[in-house]
């Protein structure tokens, strides 16, 4: 059976909304990246877990919550990102054929989406899958997908900057070299819609929707969200 694994991006650095993955949307002490490693552990086709962040003194307040949520962390490059995914690999992926990568900054990914693109992306036999090509769903609703060996072909590559911290980049600007899976359709159709935490406009509509959501059964979380965009 083909397994996945999902690598966690997160930092407490961030130069558009400091310290956005300790922030607290509920009025509770539940910081954000509390809850979306918990929100990713309800994903059913993901068989492990592991936090990738830097080495930042700042940093080790995350690999805390890593600890105390039972779930291995791998610190490593703030600005190389493409390495910090490629170590955890080599640490934790060995029994693994999927990557997941999944940034923290995107708290209201589905789980029941995210599991269904898993399980077709396998079946496709593609080399990647990535939201931002598909532009059906809404930005934030799932995660880019990998097969391992690309994320190493890309490590051998990829010599850029900008291709080092965002992975898939690389592969759009060479799409000869490799195969995508795209949505060809999907229930939730909404390609304008950004549920992205990047500034403080972001975190009001966040911190709204997480706490409509707290009382929506997780199946129909996805078609809640579609319907109250276009009323």
Not at 157 to 165: D, L, Q, T, V
């Amino acid at each position: 059976m083909k397994k996945t694994i999902a690598i966690i991006l997160a930092r407490t650095g961030s130069s558009r909304l400091k310290n956005k993955t300790l922030w607290k949307p509920f009025n509770n002490n539940l910081t954000l990246i509390n809850f979306f490693i918990n929100r990713l552990k309800k994903c059913k086709k993901i068989d492990k877990i592991v936090l990738a962040t830097t080495k930042k003194r700042k940093d080790k307040v995350l690999t805390k919550i890593a600890k105390k949520l039972k779930i291995d962390f791998y610190t490593g490059s703030e600005d190389d990102v493409l390495l910090r995914v490629v170590k955890t690999l080599n640490k934790y992926g060995e029994d693994f054929e999927y990557v997941l990568r999944a940034n923290a900054d995107c708290p209201l990914f589905m789980p029941t989406i995210q599991d269904r693109h898993i399980k077709n992306f396998i079946r496709s036999d593609k080399d990647l899958f990535s939201p931002f090509s598909s532009c059906i769903e809404p930005f934030g609703f799932s995660f880019c997908l990998f097969k391992k060996n690309i994320i190493y072909k890309i490590d051998t590559m990829a010599k850029k900057k900008i291709y080092r911290e965002h992975i898939e980049n690389f592969c759009f600007d060479n799409k000869d070299k490799f195969s995508f899976f795209n949505l060809k359709k999907s229930k939730y159709v909404s390609p304008k819609l950004k549920l992205t935490l990047d500034n403080y406009y972001d975190q009001i509509k966040i911190r709204f929707l997480l706490r409509k959501l707290k009382k929506i059964p997780l199946t129909k979380q996805p078609s809640w969200i579609i319907k109250f965009f276009s009323n």
